[in-house]
Nanobody
Framework: QAQLVESGGGSVQAGGSLRLSCAASRLSYRNYCMGWFRQAPGREREGVAA????????NYVDSVTGRFTISHDNGKATLYLQMHSLKPEDTAIYYC??????????????????????WGQGTQVTVSS
């Protein structure tokens, strides 16, 4: 099972920026899907962004398109989420996740939390108005 450790959360005012990181270990696949998810109090976990680590193709939920960027450094085995123009509604615990299987270069990685097998512990992001 992969080990995923998030960092970079914090508190910021609306309009600000944060970058989340997720250091991954014990992932022995060549190409695989990784994603960022978030969960606000009283709400279901929501897929925010996903990336195919082989070809770096990405997938975003509409509410963050143009504001968030997911990326993956294969050499460092680290996943990132750069967040700009943050809004109070972005407040949540953010989790990184990995789908523990090889995927093809054509695979568009899912934003469905149910397909991801390995999860980090989460990092809090709070955006104040």
């Amino acid at each position: 099972q992969a080990q995923l450790v998030e960092s970079g959360g914090g508190s910021v005012q609306a309009g600000g920026s944060l970058r989340l990181s997720c250091a991954a270990s014990r992932l022995s696949y060549r190409n695989y899907c990784m994603g960022w998810f978030r969960q606000a109090p009283g709400r279901e976990r929501e897929g925010v962004a996903a990336i195919n680590t082989g070809v770096h193709s990405t997938n975003y939920v509409d509410s963050v398109t143009g504001r968030f960027t997911i990326s993956h450094d294969n050499g460092k085995a680290t996943l990132y989420l750069q967040m700009h123009s943050l809004k109070p509604e972005d407040t949540a615990i953010y989790y990184c996740a990995a789908e523990a299987r090889n995927v093809g270069s054509w695979t568009r990685c899912s934003l469905d939390a149910g397909v991801y097998s390995d999860w980090g512990q989460g990092t809090q992001v709070t955006v104040s108005s």
